[in-house]
């Protein structure tokens, strides 16, 4: 069982940056694949980026890629997701999601998830 907090949400005019964290629970941080996901309402939740379990492969959607940088602390069972020139379609609420598969696009692939941390950005 792993469990997931996030935190640094908040309200940012476009152009700004906010940095992320999810901090994890549990001793078993390091042997999962972590991602972070995105909904706003009445849309899916979408996939934004993701990391191996050694922090050596991210991956990106190419609506961040550029902007937003994914990476993870093993010793502090923390996984950020730094983001930089903001727009106000990335005003949604952020998840962070663990997975045994490194890589995927898909939520359905991960199976523990925090409760989400709401961003704003203002044009």
């Known amino acids: 069982q792993v469990q997931l907090v996030e935190s640094g949400g908040g309200l940012v005019q476009a152009g700004g940056s906010l940095r992320l964290a999810c901090a994890a629970s549990?001793?078993?941080?390091?042997?999962?694949?972590m991602g972070w996901f995105r909904q706003t309402p009445g849309k899916e939740r979408e996939f934004v980026a993701a990391?191996?379990?050694?922090?050596?492969?991210?991956y990106y959607a190419d609506s961040v890629k550029g902007r937003f940088t994914i990476s993870r602390d093993n010793a502090k069972n923390t996984v950020y997701l730094q983001m930089n020139s903001l727009k106000p379609e990335d005003t949604a609420v952020y998840y962070c999601?663990?997975?045994?598969?490194?890589?995927?696009?898909?939520?359905?692939?991960?199976?523990?998830w925090g409760q989400g941390t709401q961003v704003t950005v203002s044009s």
């Open positions: 999601a663990s997975s045994l598969a490194s890589g995927s696009y898909h939520d359905y692939d991960y199976p523990y």
């Open positions: 549990g001793r078993t941080f390091s042997r999962y694949a």
């Open positions: 990391v191996s379990w050694s922090g050596s492969s991210t």
